[in-house]
């Protein structure tokens, strides 16, 4: 039982932890200031490039990854991108009241695109327990 509940801590610690760590990237960057919506592949590819950057900037600091079950490692892969691009999008929608020049689809794509590459590249290459 208590591997069962270390587990699940385990795999909310990071999945959690993934999900919200494009916030800081995402606010700075969220109005329309010199991008084009024609550029978003670019905007997307230099999110991913980010997420890619910052998954191996941690992977110094913290080699192991905490989620130690396979298939909650795949599930995290999957379910990371896509959950950090719908918070996000939430996030943008509600700022975009405000600020008319904040589009929540692009910041869906930049955050699914982040996130993507953060958990690819550990996913890849974290030590496992």
Not at 13 to 31: G, M
Not at 40 to 64: D, E, N, P
Not at 115 to 127: D, I, N, S
Request: proline content about 5%.
């Amino acid at each position: 039982m208590e591997d069962l509940i270390l587990v699940i801590l385990q795999f909310l610690f990071e999945f959690l932890l993934e999900i919200f760590s494009n916030l800081p990237f995402d606010w700075p960057l969220s109005r329309k200031d010199g991008w084009e919506a024609a550029n978003l592949t670019g905007k997307c590819l230099t999110f991913f490039l980010l997420g890619c950057g910052l998954a191996i900037i941690s992977m110094l600091v913290f080699k192991r990854t905490w989620i130690s079950h396979p298939a909650l490692q795949i599930l995290n892969l999957v379910l990371a991108p896509i959950i950090s691009a719908f918070i996000s999008q939430a996030i943008a929608r509600r700022r975009s009241r405000r600020h008319p020049d904040v589009i929540p689809r692009d910041h869906f794509w930049q955050a699914f695109w982040f996130t993507l590459g953060l958990v690819f590249v550990r996913f890849a290459y974290a030590v496992r327990h």
